[in-house]
């Protein structure tokens, strides 16, 4: 009975042992948790402030964008600009009389509207062109007035009387238009 008794001690030593060796690792284990739970805080609020920082340089660089761009259409309009420039040095010339001044006039006037032109369709903006027996289109056209025109078809656009302009495929201007009866 001794023997038990003793034997029963050991046990509950060792099982007392074993049960403070789990409790240790178990201590161990709660304190590397906690140790990544940490580490995951951290780099979460990391990556939220380098987030944030993301979404702020954005939205600056978005507002930069619109308050800038029409600088490459400005760029495009300044050699209309020069143009005009010149063709009122060109008529301005002392040696010019007064039928040569008119012919440089038109010239420079010409070559400014071709440029002006060039510098739209370059910004995707185009002219609404109406050609020889073109159909009214309220889309694209508005009618100024209503004519009889014998050679005409009712509904057909006799006269363009201001262009139109569009962007992409936006109407910037519908073209001004007399229309058949």
């Known amino acids: ?3 038990k008794k ?3 001690m050991e046990e509950k030593e060792q099982m007392k042992e074993q ?3 789990e409790e240790q690792k178990s201590g ?3 304190e590397e948790l906690e140790k990544q739970l940490q580490e995951c805080e951290e780099k979460y609020l990391r990556a939220y402030a380098e987030f944030e920082n993301m979404k702020k340089r954005l939205e600056k660089e978005k507002i930069q964008a619109i308050e800038y761009s029409l600088e490459k259409f400005a ?3 300044l050699p209309v600009l020069d143009s005009l420039d010149m063709a009122l040095a060109a008529v301005s010339k002392d040696n010019l009389n007064a039928e040569e001044a008119v012919e440089e006039l038109k010239k420079g006037i010409q070559l400014t509207i071709e440029q002006f032109i060039k510098a739209l369709k370059k910004n995707g903006i185009e002219v609404i062109e109406i050609e ?3 159909e009214f289109n309220p889309h ?3 009618a100024i007035l209503q004519v009889e025109d014998a050679q005409k078809a009712a509904g057909e656009i006799v006269q363009m009387i201001q262009k139109g302009y569009k962007y992409k495929e936006r ?3 519908p073209a001004k238009v007399s229309v058949a009866k």
Do not use: P
Request: negative net charge; proline residues 0%; contains cysteine.
């Open 28 to 30: 161990d284990n709660c």
């Open 171 to 173: 109407i910037l201007r």
């Open 140 to 142: 694209l056209h508005e």
């Open 19 to 21: 049960t403070t060796q």
């Open 6 to 8: 003793k034997k029963n």
């Open 132 to 134: 020889e027996g073109t």
């Open 1 to 3: 009975m001794a023997n």
């Open 75 to 77: 760029q495009d309009l």
